[in-house]
């Protein structure tokens, strides 16, 4: 989620954009990015319909139907992020009223305590308005959100609480909850508060020291004594076992310590970043193109499901990763993202316009544990899909 030079993306867009050509219906060859901005205009059309209604947010498709969820559901940022990223590429003012229409509709979410998924549903869609428009309002949603966030802090465990307790967990914490650090480092730059700052930093720490082992994967969900600090359980929730290197947590821990060296400079995060990077790129599950199985540990069967929202997630950290990294790391990163966008920008992955209900990559997979969006398409997928195709742009001039 870093700055664009909108002009130069716009550009490169319209007039140079070197990526694998693309089909539309009528048999035109486009970009990827056209593609993208294309497919977009099909989902807006199919959402149209339920955009006054508060189950708003594009997600899924079950049934052979878009599947919309609730504000509350913890993708509810991603439509209006990726609708921001819309504009950036198209230029065109419409997608800009799309996005903040959309994005407004998470308004009561900056107040909301009851998950740490806020730097999701927040930090992606009035963050990304902010890079596109200058707003005190959107910066105060930003502010009141890293307040609420920051109730969930535990301070003598070091860590932001992901999920409420449960029978199985008192205070869980989730490798994913890395992603809601940005928002945290946003509201310092806006308020000048340094409380936010110093959280995200104690929370990167506790969880580099206690997540992950000693091939530099990383555990799903750790239970923390919240008044000792001391690490109850190590599980899963959404891996194959609680040993097992499940694959998007893997690509959410890449993101996570990438954004911590941006926002810090401090080299441990970096180090972090590619010992995880090192782990994906050099794991012998990877399949050849690229797109991981959901699970490293998985059982390799004609039947193993991939998990195409981890690659996208990987492939956006990687490009930022590139950017801090020198010589044969810079190369390599690059080079495995770029394998991974040529691969989910083939037709095995990206759907023809017009086809899977607006939404554009197949084959993610939300949770095999809980038999929960097995082989669908997801919007976070798109999401980073879509980030990533911008910073590889980006990276270009
Ligand atoms: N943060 C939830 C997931 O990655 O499925």
Redesign the pocket.
Known sequence: MKNFTLAALVLSFLFCCKETPKKTEENKPQSVLEHVVAQHEVLFKKALPHIATPKLMPKSITDDKLRLVDIYE?TSGFYPSSLWYIYGISKDEKWKERAIRYTEKLDTIQYWEGNH?VG?MIGCSYGNGLKYMKSKSYEKVIVQTAKSLSARFRPKAGVLQSWEANKRWQCPV?I?NM?NLELLFEATKISGDSTFYDIAVTHANTTMKNHFRADNSSFHVLDYDKETGEVLQRNTA?GYADASAWS??QS?GLYGYTVMFRETGNKIYLEQAQKIADFIMNHPNLPDDKIPYWDYDAPITPDTKRDA?AAAIAASALYELSTFSTDTKKAAYQSLADKMLATLSSDNYLAEVGTNEGLLLKHSV??IPHNSEIDVPLN?ADYYFIEALMRKENMGK
Do not use: A, E, K
């Open positions: 913890w998924d999701f989730i994913d992603m959404q998007r947590g959410w929202s939300g949770s976070y």
